[in-house]
């Protein structure tokens, strides 16, 4: 778990974070008109919204105790529903989600799950976590539909980017998982080289860290890369995941009453958004999320973009931190706690 300087400092962090966009989207609005809009909207789609949100959450555990029960390891699917609230909201409070793992391994290690297990599942999770948001980038850019290359255009840069680092966040990770004893040694000469570089000290530590990390989980990745079914599974099961959470923009359409605009025209320009800001180093993409949105959205939304923008976030982000947040003190109460009193 994260010292508590860290922990300051992310909280800090955040706060600025949140504190800068809720100006930059505010200042200077009619918020008694931003107020109408949302209070003529129809709640019935929201409620249905925060359903999809908590079946996203929980897709995630579906993922990890079928992985879990593939490689032999009991774990109980209650805990691994704990285990995925409490990564989504590590996860929404640190920048680029990179808090999330770390959270979970340390809730899985309490369940006696050996590290070497939770961190290669944990991988396979990531990986096709983002290999979705590649997917569909790739597919948009080259296929280059019309409808939706108008409405990116505004915004293509960042899509660009935000692919190209997904690309090679996927790309190291499956390195990691289907060929360790490549990226052993590619990590060794790394080190190696920022050695000579005078980049690094303690390089004989490092080096040894790298072998023994190698070490651990390497069975572990022999098994999955022998068994890519199950990691497909995880794949089709993520798609269904991450769609969920792009139709929330879809219902909050709906639910101002508008229409015109296709069902898959809103999802696939939502999931181009994830695209761009999911590795960004921002809590939940805070604040280039909603600018970006704003600048998408406007030709569909019109004058409502933004009473749209604050809907959609609030129940895709905020809904997704608040549940979570509430989950992960379940979580710390009750997981581990049988085997503490035994």
């Keep these: 778990m994260m010292s508590k300087k860290k922990s300051i400092l992310n909280g800090l962090f955040l706060a ?15 918020m008694g008109e931003l107020l109408s809009y949302i209070k003529n909207a129809d709640i019935r789609y929201w409620l249905l919204a925060i359903v999809c949100v908590v079946f996203f959450i929980g897709s995630e555990s579906v993922i990890i105790y079928y992985m879990m029960h593939t490689i032999k390891q009991k774990v109980r699917l209650l805990h691994c529903f704990l285990y995925s609230f409490v990564g989504f909201f590590f996860s929404c409070i640190t920048p680029s989600a990179t808090g999330g793992q770390p959270a979970q391994i340390y809730y899985m290690k309490k369940d006696k799950i050996p590290i070497p297990v939770s961190t290669l599942v944990l991988m396979i999770v990531t990986i096709t976590y983002k290999l979705v948001l590649v997917v569909i980038g790739i597919a948009v850019f080259l296929i280059r539909p019309a409808e939706i290359m108008k409405y990116l255009q505004p915004v293509a840069g960042w899509c660009y980017l935000g692919l190209a ?23 060794i000469a ?21 072998r023994r990390a190698m070490e651990q989980y390497q069975d572990v990745a022999a098994y999955f890369a022998a068994h890519k079914l199950v990691v497909w599974n995880a794949f089709v099961i993520t ?15 709906r639910s101002f009453g508008m229409q015109g605009h296709g069902m898959v025209t809103i999802v696939v320009l939502q999931g181009m958004i994830s695209v761009a800001v999911d590795m960004l180093p921002l809590p939940g993409g805070m604040g280039i999320s909603e600018r970006l949105f704003l600048s998408m959205f406007l030709p569909i939304f019109g004058s409502i973009t933004l009473p749209a923008m604050v809907v959609s976030r609030g129940l895709s982000y905020y809904t997704e931190l608040i549940i979570s947040a ?7 109460l009750t997981i581990g706690r049988e085997r503490k009193e035994k």
Excluded: W
């Design 165 to 187: 680092l997904n690309v090679f966040c996927v790309s190291f990770m499956m390195l990691l998982v289907f060929h360790p004893t490549m990226a052993r040694e590619i990590l």
């Design 190 to 210: 790394l080190i190696r080289g920022l050695g000579k570089l005078h980049l690094v000290k303690r390089q004989d530590y490092y080096l040894e860290k790298v």
């Design 239 to 253: 798609l269904f995941q991450r769609l969920l959470l792009f139709f929330v923009t879809y219902l909050v359409y």
């Design 326 to 332: 509430l989950l992960t003190i379940v979580a710390h």
């Design 16 to 30: 600025a974070v949140f504190s800068i966009t809720i100006y930059c989207v505010f200042g200077g609005q009619d």
